[in-house]
T-cell receptor
């Protein structure tokens, strides 16, 4: 299996809701990432997990809370989001953190109303 | 932080012609240089990458060249086809950040 999967594909949530995005990979990768991508912009790194430990948190607001339950799963918990948080949220994985190929999931298109 | 400049931002070519996209970077310690293709509404997909121990790598119609001295690398697509139309991103590792992406190039191949 050479895929990274993400659920849901689309999510619409109000500013007071709590929701979670899920990501899964079965490639034996030990690094997993969350990116945010706005329209016509490149992906921006949010979080990096390496061997299930959070290793990079790019000054992301606390309304985004990542979780890595095991080496195959990565979640992003969302709470009290703002309309400007509407974007495509991409998960990626790689063999390790560093100069390795990253493989992206299809993304979750999030709309905050 | 790492500065990754990608040019041009848009590129239109006739089907069958070649396309070249260039990226320059600032951190001379970088050793890994991937290119991603992102079609509309889809995920970024790795199409080719190069490491600093080689100057060129080819995969069918796609090639990447690297000039470490000048700190730039380029994506070359030959015999372009309409399905090559997409946004292309270069990326470079910097410090603890696994990949810093260029701003992207929107390639349109006109049939």
């Amino acid at each position: 299996d050479t895929e990274v999967t993400q659920t849901p594909k689309h999510l619409v949530m109000g500013m007071t809701n709590k929701k979670s995005l899920k990501c899964e990979q079965h490639m034996g990768h030990r690094a997993m990432y969350w990116y945010k991508q706005k329209a016509k912009k490149p992906p921006e790194l949010m979080f990096v997990y390496s061997y299930e430990k959070l290793s990079i948190n790019e000054s992301v607001p606390s309304r985004f809370s990542p979780e890595c339950p095991n080496s195959s799963l990565l979640n992003l918990h969302l709470h009290a989001l703002q309309p400007e948080d509407s974007a495509l949220y991409l998960c990626a994985s790689s063999h390790g953190q560093g100069e390795y190929e990253q493989y992206f999931g299809p993304g979750t298109r999030l709309t905050v109303t | 932080g790492e500065n990754v400049e990608q040019h041009p931002s848009t590129l239109s070519v006739q089907e069958g012609d070649s396309a070249v996209i260039k990226c320059t970077y600032s951190d001379s310690a970088s050793n890994y240089f991937p290119w991603y293709k992102q079609e509309l509404g889809k995920r970024p997909q790795l199409i080719i990458d190069i490491r600093s121990n080689v100057g060129e790598k080819k995969d069918q119609r796609i090639a990447v060249t690297l000039n470490k001295t000048a700190k730039h690398f380029s994506l070359h697509i030959t015999e372009t086809q309409p399905e090559d139309s997409a946004v292309y991103f270069c990326a470079v590792p910097f410090g603890n950040t696994p990949l810093v992406f260029g701003k992207g190039t929107r390639l349109s191949v006109i049939a």
